[in-house]
């Protein structure tokens, strides 16, 4: 009677604009070779860069894009994902996400869900450097 096998690590990859979005592509990929449960969710201007059907071909789940669905209600999608993750990953981050997270914003799923999630947020910051 010994312990149950650990489980995989669950980790959200928030994707944010910006010309670096394209690499977040291989971050997934490189999660889901080390055995992590990925699920992702992408701002409008991630969306201007990577296509959400690359994330969801290599996570191989549906990606997270908007707060309300297209359902009658407002979905809870976000309140549901933040008891399931163990990680907030945000590759890259721009500063316009960063001041959001900061501020208390949320006018996008990954803003939003960054207000629910209970563990760890780990930002990768990518804009100009001057």
Known sequence: MGLPPPRSPRIVLGVSGGIAA?????????????????????????REFVAPLTFATLSGREVFLEVFGAGSGPSVEH???????????VA???AHTMAKFANGLADDFLS????CHRGPVLLAPAMETA
């Open 22 to 46: 394209y690499k977040a592509a291989e971050v997934l990929r490189r999660l889901t070779e080390r055995g992590a449960e990925a699920r992702v969710a992408m701002t409008r201007g991630a």
């Open 92 to 94: 890259p981050a721009t």
């Open 112 to 115: 939003t869900y960054f207000l």
């Open 79 to 89: 309140v549901e994902l933040a008891g399931w993750a163990d990680l907030l990953l």
